[in-house]
């Protein structure tokens, strides 16, 4: 199943894209810790679901934070990548990558892209309009806007 279509079946499933309230609605935990540097991480003990977030950023970053370890929690739900860029060798761009796609996918939908079909935005500025960053935007699937 393509990222999109893993975004339809939950956005249908639970009539929202809010990622705190998808997780919620999963049972995944959220805990805001003070992370430093670090944004945020996705776990599972114990067949309980985490995702963390880093307690300093602001309600915009948590939002995109969420929505991008939810993404890990569907798409990657046994990973645990924070070990794996530690003590491997194995490369977790691909699950990056997916799971930026699927922040983006979620917390930009093509409605609200074909609300902004009349102006003159771009998709940098819509993305920026809805919290996501500038560099990850790009992920977004929008050849059926053009």
Same mark, same amino acid.
């Given at each position: 199943?393509?990222? *999109? /279509? ?14 705190? %309230? ?9 805990? &805001? ?7 945020? &991480? &996705? ?15 602001? @309600? ?8 991008? $370890? ?14 794996? *860029? ?5 490369? !977790? @761009?691909?699950? @990056? !990558? /997916? ?5 983006? %996918? ?5 409605? *609200?892209?074909? $609300? &902004? ?10 993305? /920026? ?7 990850? !935007? ?9």
């Amino acid at each position: 199943m393509q990222v *999109k /279509e893993v975004i339809q079946s939950l956005t249908q499933k639970h009539g929202t894209n809010d990622p705190f %309230e998808i997780a919620d609605r999963n049972n995944i935990l959220l805990s &805001y810790e003070p992370l430093g540097k670090i944004l945020g &991480y &996705y776990n599972m003990y114990k067949r309980v679901k985490f995702i963390h977030i880093n307690q300093n950023l602001n @309600e915009i970053g948590q939002r995109f934070v969420c929505a991008h $370890e939810l993404g890990h929690a569907v798409l990657h739900p046994k990973a645990n990548t924070p070990f794996l *860029k530690r003590n491997t060798l194995f490369s !977790v @761009e691909r699950m @990056e !990558v /997916e799971a930026n796609t699927f922040a983006v %996918e979620l917390l930009l939908p093509d409605e *609200k892209i074909i $609300e &902004y079909s009349d102006s003159n935005y771009t998709l940098y500025q819509i993305g /920026e309009m809805h919290g996501i960053p500038r560099e990850i !935007v790009t992920l977004k699937s929008i050849e059926s806007f053009f």
